[in-house]
Structure formats: structure tokens, C-alpha cells
């Protein structure tokens, strides 16, 4: 776990860069503007269909015993809104993926690559069709679990191990795409997601756990209709980061496993200088 740990001390530093922070910026005004207009036009209208569905078929009923065996009978009083926002969540994360994805995994790929990388050929292994298709087949299976084990993760000691493990994967598949874009050709990709598999998936499984404060915060909102739109600005803007911070430290770790994959397959001659410039990145 080494090589992870060390990506994570680099995608901190470079987290704190201003160019960095200033990154989120444009990700997090166009999820401000799109779900701005989404909940002033239909969060009203969602809410009270669910309401007129939970009269017409006696679900507050079903809902009041269920919460009352979890041993969460407080939450009776919020159960539509609750549900609307859980609804809400998943197209929440996508519209933060997408626009991290679009805007601001090729700037971090510059900037860690330019900065760190420097010696790692670029051989466009990767396309913006083939990012665009990793990252929407990836969330439609995302949302299909999410769908099935959302009974499960009303549940508090499962909600803090399903919902990591979703988002780990969701990461894992999207950002480490994005992070061999540029330097990886196809194969390279291919080998170093296969041979660093479960490396990946436990970045994207702390990545996941952190993203357990926005969503908290999001659902939040289900308990204060005043505060609401400060609490799901507030988790838009933490989703931002939490997804640029993941594709710092993807970054970091694809772009250290392809250079020390391409060290190992060319000659002594040729490995020297690398090592030699990873010592001084080290020092």
C-alpha cells in the first residue's frame, strides 16, 4: 500500500495548490445553476406526488412501523421529503461527475504531469467518446445498486459500508480512465487497471467514505425546508472537491504505476535516467 499512500501525501500537496482550488469553481456555479433550476421547477411537485402516493396506499403506515423496529421513529415526520432528496442523490452525484470529468480531470492531468511527469510519453490512449462511455455505463450500473440496496442502507451500520463501496467503484471506474487518458496507450491502460485492481478500488473506497459528509449534509436538508438550499449548495460544493481531490490521487498513482510499468519493459540504458528522476522527486 505504499505506492497508494505516497499518491495520497502528492494529491494532498497538490490539492492546496491555488490553481487547484480555484479548479472547483467553475464545476460547482454550473451544478449550482442546474440543480438550482431542477429543485425550484420540480421539488415541490416530486414531494407532493410522493405524499398523495403514500396516502393512497397507506405508507405512512408501513413506513411509521418500519422506522419504529429501526428504532428511528423520529424520522416519521420527514419520511417524503427524506426520500425525495435520496431520490435526488444519485443524479446529484452524476452531475458533479460529469463536470469534474469534463472541466477538471484534463487540467489536473496537465498540471500532475507537467509538474511530476514529465519524462512520461504521451500517447493518447484515450478519448472524450471513451471517457463520455465509461463514465455513463459506469453510473447506470451505479444506479441500478444503488436502487436495489437502498432498503439496505436505511439500515445506519450498513449505510456507512454500502454506500463507500458504491462510490469506490463509481470512482474507480471513471477516474482511473481519466487518468490514462493522455500517457497510456490502450494496452498500457488495460494492464495497469488489471495488475493494480484492488489498489484502485481502495482509493476509490476512501474517496467513497469521504463522500458520506456531502451526502449526509444533502439529506440534511430533509429536516430544514429554511436551510435547504444553503445545505444542498453546501454538498454540491463538497461533492466538487471530494471528486477533484479523487482524481488527484488517481492521477498520481496511474502516472507512478505507468512510469514504473514503462522502467520495467525497456532497456538498462534507457531505465537510468527515469530512476535517477525519481530519486530526486523522492528527495
Known amino acids: 500500500m505504499r505506492p497508494v499512500l505516497k499518491a495520497f501525501g502528492r494529491a494532498l500537496l497538490s490539492q492546496l ?4 482550488l480555484l479548479l472547483s469553481v467553475l464545476p ?23 405524499q398523495n402516493y403514500f396516502v393512497e ?14 428504532g428511528m421513529g423520529a424520522l416519521k415526520t420527514v419520511v417524503v421529503p427524506l426520500i425525495a432528496m435520496w431520490i435526488l442523490l444519485p ?10 470529468g469534463m472541466m477538471a480531470m484534463p487540467v489536473i492531468a496537465k498540471h500532475v504531469g507537467s509538474r511530476q511527469y514529465q519524462e512520461l510519453e504521451t500517447r493518447k490512449g484515450g478519448t472524450f467518446f471513451g471517457s463520455l462511455w465509461m463514465s ?20 445506519p451500520p450498513l449505510t456507512f459500508v454500502i454506500q463507500p463501496l458504491l462510490w469506490g467503484w463509481l470512482t474507480y471506474r471513471v477516474m482511473a480512465y481519466d487518468a490514462l487518458a493522455d500517457h497510456a496507450d490502450p494496452e498500457e491502460r488495460k494492464l ?5 485492481r484492488w489498489q484502485l478500488l481502495a482509493i476509490g473506497a476512501i474517496t467513497g467514505a469521504m463522500g458520506a459528509a456531502p451526502t449526509l449534509l444533502w439529506l440534511g436538508g430533509a429536516f430544514s425546508v429554511i436551510f435547504f438550499p444553503v445545505l444542498a449548495a453546501g454538498a454540491i460544493w463538497l461533492y466538487v472537491l ?16 505507468l512510469r514504473r510499468h514503462r522502467a520495467a519493459h525497456v532497456p538498462p540504458a534507457a531505465v537510468e535516467p527515469i530512476l535517477i528522476e525519481d530519486a530526486k522527486l523522492i528527495d
Open 136 to 155: 455513463t455505463s459506469s453510473f447506470t450500473i451505479f444506479l441500478v445498486l444503488w436502487l436495489v440496496t437502498l432498503p439496505l442502507s436505511l439500515i
Open 242 to 257: 471530494v471528486f477533484i481531490f479523487s482524481g488527484l490521487w488517481f492521477q498520481h498513482y496511474c502516472m507512478d504505476a
Open 28 to 50: 460547482f456555479v454550473l451544478s449550482i445553476a442546474v440543480w438550482g433550476i431542477v429543485l425550484w421547477l420540480y421539488l415541490q411537485s416530486m414531494i407532493d406526488t410522493l
Open 91 to 100: 443524479l446529484m452525484i452524476l452531475t458533479a461527475l460529469i463536470f469534474v
Open 192 to 196: 495497469i487497471l488489471r495488475m493494480h
Open 17 to 20: 495548490h491555488i490553481r487547484m
Open 57 to 70: 396506499n397507506d405508507g405512512f403506515r408501513v413506513t411509521n412501523e418500519m422506522l419504529l423496529w429501526l
